[in-house]
């Protein structure tokens, strides 16, 4: 059986670029589409909400924020303690995996919803939650082992206004507001056609990791390797943890997903910003040249695996 569509739209935008076609997708376009997909997300997963209370998810919100904070302490014990890599690098690169991918989020959505199997609807809820904690978490253990100044107004302003919360959670509160009846008109634009545009913007994504993979030969072999090993590693630990705290497995394979995916929109301005000493080129070949592709290709299949075992 072939791969997911979306999946080879990938592909297709990764060779294009490794045989040297001048396939582009304008920057306007490419910051438009990502805007698109930001706010239906957060939209659909809004009008889901308003049909769960709140209340309820108290205990799952506090299990999903700790996995959160966890993942980025364990990826700097890793990288500093195998890999011996620099303090600076190695609490970017942490920030970047205790961060998350909306990309791949919706990737996982929709390769679980083409076989059928279901989860909570209310998942963008997390992806909005956890966009933050690793990226608190790596900034914390930089300036612990090197104190200094931090404009801190502009970091937060970054942090927690960037594009992407603010159009998750102002998506989220749309949709929890209007509810299914009232979202009824917009439908046609923020869901029918969210699957055509995420298959654009993965074209797009193919390109540019195409364009990330001189820098592995430059990075040696320990970095590509925990970028293999973390998501696998961080998808368990999402898997056993989303199914304790009372998930379906559709559920516990997203936060397993979410778990193992590397933020490469929101940790990289952040930790321009708060650590300038840190290469970003090592962050981002790791997060979107190795385990981006590793998640569409591997990993979500993989997590849903694992959540299947943990709820067996």
Avoid: C
């Avoid at 394979?253 to 929109?265: G, P, W």
């Amino acid at each position: 059986m072939l791969p997911d569509p979306l999946v080879l739209f990938f592909l297709l935008g990764l060779v294009a670029r490794l045989l040297r076609s001048d396939l582009k997708v304008p920057e306007a376009l490419y910051e438009a589409l990502a805007l698109y997909l930001l706010l239906a997300i957060g939209l659909k997963g809004g009008v889901e909400l308003a049909s769960h209370p709140l209340g309820g998810l108290g205990a799952k919100i506090a299990g999903v924020l700790a996995l959160g904070f966890a993942t980025p302490v364990v990826a700097y014990a890793a990288l500093r303690g195998l890999g011996r890599l620099p303090v600076a690098d190695s609490a970017s690169i942490a920030g970047h995996y205790g961060s998350v991918s909306v990309v791949t989020f919706a990737v996982a959505t929709g390769w679980l919803a083409s076989r059928g199997v279901a989860h909570e609807p209310y998942m963008a809820l997390f992806v909005a939650l956890l966009e933050v904690p690793g990226i608190l978490v790596g900034i914390a253990i930089a300036r612990l082992h090197a104190p200094g100044r931090v404009a801190w107004g502009r970091l937060a302003h970054e942090v927690f206004l960037g594009k992407g919360i603010v159009l998750l959670i102002g998506g989220l509160a749309i949709g929890w507001a209007a509810g299914p009846a009232q979202f009824a008109p917009l439908k046609p634009l923020f869901a029918d056609l969210f699957k055509g545009v995420l298959a654009f913007f993965l074209l797009e994504m193919g390109l540019v990791v195409a364009s990330q993979l001189g820098e592995l030969r430059r990075a040696g072999l320990f970095l590509p390797a925990f970028a293999l090993a973390a998501p696998v590693a961080f998808g368990a630990a999402g898997a056993w943890a989303g199914t304790a705290l009372g998930f379906t497995p559709g559920g516990a394979a997203i936060v397993a997903t979410l778990a193992a995916s590397a933020s490469y929109i929101a940790a990289p301005t952040a930790m321009r910003i708060a650590i300038p000493e840190a290469s970003p080129a090592l962050s981002l070949t790791a997060a979107l040249g190795v385990t981006f592709p590793f998640n569409l290709f591997v990993g979500i299949p993989l997590y849903h695996r694992f959540a299947a075992a943990a709820a067996g």
